[in-house]
């Protein structure tokens, strides 16, 4: 039996279990919400004791401090299974992902499993992010030398 992309979308959608589409996008927002809400809380009483940099960084790094530490026991993973998108706010998904394969690998010890894995998803990203700054970096320079 030859099994067309159509036939196969429809079984797909007949297998699949409803999705409540609009419950889980404002779960989401909410969540997502909730944690920016936690950051600019941060930022405020950092802005108490310092200058506006400072507490922007001071804020950045509470907030992947504290998604660390939530990921750790597997908190955030609980809260990222019920708010789907909503937790992947950039900074804290981001260092969720990184702690995660670090702590999932743990039992091979400190170098090969959590030295090794806690670069799966950074490494990448870092990479890649680096090389697209300096692909836009001289799409930047050649247009302002043509100006």
Known sequence: ?????????????????????????????CVGGLICTVGEALRRMYLLWYDKQTAGMLTSVSLILLSAVLTVPGWYQKLAAKAGAGTLVPITGFANSVVSPAVEFKAEGWVTGVGAKIFTIA???????????????LIYWAMQAAA
Do not use: H
Not at 123 to 137: D, E, K, Q, R, Y
């Open 123 to 137: 490494g990448p990203v870092i990479a890649f992010g680096t090389l697209a700054s300096w692909v836009w970096g």
């Open 1 to 29: 039996m030859k099994l067309t992309p159509k036939k196969y979308g429809e079984m797909v959608k007949n297998a699949s279990p409803p999705s409540p589409v609009w419950r889980d996008c404002v779960w989401a927002f």
